[in-house]
């Protein structure tokens, strides 16, 4: 089913869920009593579910046996920088309505806000080259390489979510664990394939000639 043309449309028609019911709400002036905070708080937490199942496109992939999931890793990525974008520009335009001074005084006074930034900033290069001609024009090593930004996106978010909370840290450790594991899968994976992989096809690889597998994506 996975390898059948039309597999990406239910993952589209899943992902633009959130931002339809979100919509939905704001035309039924459903927004709860304060809007802003609502619309924060919605993309904030869908953005990093994005970035999760994101990351965990390729341990699944592999655990699983499934290797045509790796189709979708770029679609979800780029999901995760809609939600992102969402959730940045809500706090840009609405809350701080392009307020310079507004804004740089959070900077310094939240710090959770330049943690969140930073995860939103570390996903901007990822969603730029994430198509095949980036692919070509980068080299599939250095392309590669430059999409483990992906795991900064992920420390950062689970940070910035950390930092926010006042009491209640039961989501951001959730989180925190869930990026954890993924990070430690690649981890483990990797040190396992140096091991079984020669070293002078190691050299060669260093070399620049290894492809992203699959098609371009935030990984
Ligand atoms: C990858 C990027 C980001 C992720 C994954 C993310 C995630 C989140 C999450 C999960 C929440 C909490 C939602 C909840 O409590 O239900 C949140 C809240 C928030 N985020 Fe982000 N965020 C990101 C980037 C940013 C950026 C760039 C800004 C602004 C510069 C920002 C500003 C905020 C604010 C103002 C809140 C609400 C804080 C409060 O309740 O006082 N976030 N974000």
Request: net charge positive.
């Amino acid at each position: 089913m996975l390898r059948k043309p039309w597999a990406k449309v239910p993952v589209w028609l899943l992902s633009l869920l959130p931002a339809c019911w979100l919509a939905w709400r704001a035309w039924n002036n459903d927004l709860t009593a304060n809007p802003i905070e609502y619309i924060t708080h919605f993309t904030g937490d869908w953005t990093i579910r994005f970035v999760v199942i994101t990351l965990a496109i390729t341990p699944l992939r592999k655990l699983l046996k499934l290797p045509d999931l790796i189709k979708f890793r770029r679609l979800v990525g780029l999901f995760a920088f809609f939600y992102g974008t969402l959730h940045f520009l809500t706090w840009f335009a609405l809350d701080k309505f392009f307020d310079t001074h507004e804004i740089l005084g959070d900077f310094v006074k939240r710090r959770f806000i330049t943690m969140g930034l930073l995860a939103f900033l570390s996903m901007l290069p990822l969603a730029v080259t994430s198509t095949t001609g980036w692919i070509r024009r980068l080299g599939g090593k250095r392309w590669q390489r430059l999409h483990k930004l992906i795991y900064v996106t992920g420390i950062a978010a689970v940070i910035h979510y950390y930092w926010l909370v006042k009491s209640d840290i039961r989501l951001p450790l959730l989180y925190g664990t869930l990026v954890g594991l993924l990070l430690l899968y690649r981890i483990v994976a990797a040190s396992l394939a140096r091991k079984k992989t020669p070293a002078p096809k190691r050299a060669a690889q260093a070399g620049g000639d290894a492809r992203p597998q699959g098609s371009a994506s935030i990984r």
